[in-house]
């Protein structure tokens, strides 16, 4: 029997500020969709209001979600992307700016504006005081990793001690790699290690590499670990659909870095391989479309970007593409590159094999699990060998073929999949 599920939406409901959604918001929605749409038993949302933490109802949630994908643009026609139409231009040498984002951008006026469109969807309502009123023998599920880092949103667990709490930790870098990510970010994974030590009846991860750190984490932290289940993630539907050709684009030879703006992701590497390569290859050096938005420490990786020339000239920030866009875009490149510094998982390597686009990543453990024998790998700090593969990339028309006929073997988890695994893992949990 399928116990109730609180299921936390807060990073859904915040996630309609931004115009398009990270690979932790697709993650986070396809779980509401899942769990909303057709689990067994009761679903209801838990959000923090000015009122407290209180409970909508299932129908409420799905009218939310639909709202939000209308307004990430997760159902539009890739031809009607505006950001997808910038990339288009610059590859195509049309002058324009060296970036662009979707109407209305990240403006507080155009995230209020979407803010008030989910409100407008779902109807104010009060909803109800979770603590009295969350039913009995249900699981607490929080996906997004947004709340149970502060101490009192999991403080009404203390007085429901029939809820079981289900936390999805996507990796423990931050503690892991403290000079990857700022001291609030590691302050604020450390809480949200210590809420799992102390309320998780059951984790969920995403690779075997991440499971282990995460282990290695909470034994650090002195607490016997919970039931931990790892599923590596499922593909997005939209990346499972035909995507046709474009000539237009596959005429061009460009990468795809997909990823927020950030030093973990190695961005400052790929910027020392574009001047080498534009220095040996000039203006027949590939384009580099950076699709993917600015976030904590990311700025200095855009002043260099802006503050050259030669780089503004071949490397493209692609910030707000809607999913269907992103999907066009990888389906047509050269290759997909993930040269990240640390990762739990690398969805976009999950993403663009699916499309048989050949996918050149850091050799991470996390990789090297996801990618297996379909994607290539370097050190990520090697910049002389992603100098080497690029360019033969680049040139070496029948070895792209190769490594796209190579990926056409590539079986992604499908939703399906996914979700009986999981499922079958809280129903072990309640």
């Known amino acids: 029997m399928a116990p109730p599920i609180v299921y936390d939406i807060l990073r859904l409901f915040l996630g309609a500020s931004a115009g398009t959604p990270r690979g932790i918001d697709r993650v986070d929605l396809g779980y509401a969709r899942r769990l909303f749409g057709s689990w067994r038993g009761d679903c209801l949302g838990l959000l923090p209001t000015p009122w407290g933490l209180r409970l909508y109802d299932r129908r409420r949630v799905l009218r939310g979600l639909d709202r939000l994908e209308a307004l990430w643009h997760e159902q539009a026609d890739s031809a009607d992307d505006p ?81 079981r709490p289900v936390f999805m930790l996507h990796d423990v870098i931050p503690i892991e790699h ?13 809480q949200m290690l210590d809420t799992a030590a102390r309320h998780a009846a ?72 574009w001047e080498e390569l534009v220095r040996r290859l000039g203006e027949r050096a590939p384009r580099l479309v950076v699709a993917g938005s600015p976030a904590r420490g990311g700025r200095p990786i855009l002043r260099r970007l802006k503050g050259c020339g030669a780089l503004r000239r071949h490397i493209i920030v692609a910030t707000g593409l809607s999913s269907p866009a992103l999907r066009r875009l990888m389906a047509q490149a050269r290759a997909v590159l993930m040269p990240s510094l640390a990762e739990g998982f690398g969805l976009p390597i999950v993403e663009a094999l699916t499309l048989g686009t050949p996918v050149l990543a850091s050799n991470l453990p996390a990789h090297l699990e996801v990618g297996g024998e379909f994607a290539c790998y370097l050190d990520p700090g090697d910049v002389a060998g992603w100098v080497r593969e690029i360019a033969r990339l680049a040139e070496d028309g029948a070895h792209v073929e190769a490594l796209r006929r190579r990926a056409t073997h590539y079986r992604p988890m499908t939703a399906d999949a996914y979700f009986a695994r999981v499922e079958r893992f809280l129903v072990g949990v309640g």
């Open 202 to 273: 059951g984790l969920i991860v995403t690779t075997a590499a991440a499971s282990r750190s995460v282990l290695a984490a909470l034994h650090a932290h002195g607490r016997s670990p919970p039931p931990v289940v790892a599923v590596p993630l499922a593909v997005a539907p939209v990346f499972l659909q035909p995507e046709p050709a474009d000539p237009g684009l596959a005429a061009h030879a460009y990468f795809v870095l997909c990823g927020a703006i950030e030093p973990r992701k190695n961005h400052l590497m790929l910027l020392d391989v």
């Open 178 to 190: 403290p000079h990857l990510v700022s001291q609030l970010g590691n302050v604020t994974h450390r």
């Open 83 to 163: 950001v997808l139409a910038h990339v288009r231009h610059r590859l195509d040498g049309v002058d324009a700016p060296p970036e662009v984002r979707r109407g209305g951008g990240g403006s507080v006026l155009a995230a209020g504006s979407r803010q008030f469109s989910m409100l407008s969807a779902t109807g104010l309502a009060l909803g109800a005081p979770v603590a009295r009123t969350a039913p009995p023998d249900s699981l607490y599920l929080n996906v997004g990793q947004l709340g149970w880092a502060a101490p009192w949103m999991v403080r009404w667990l203390h007085h429901r001690h029939d809820v």
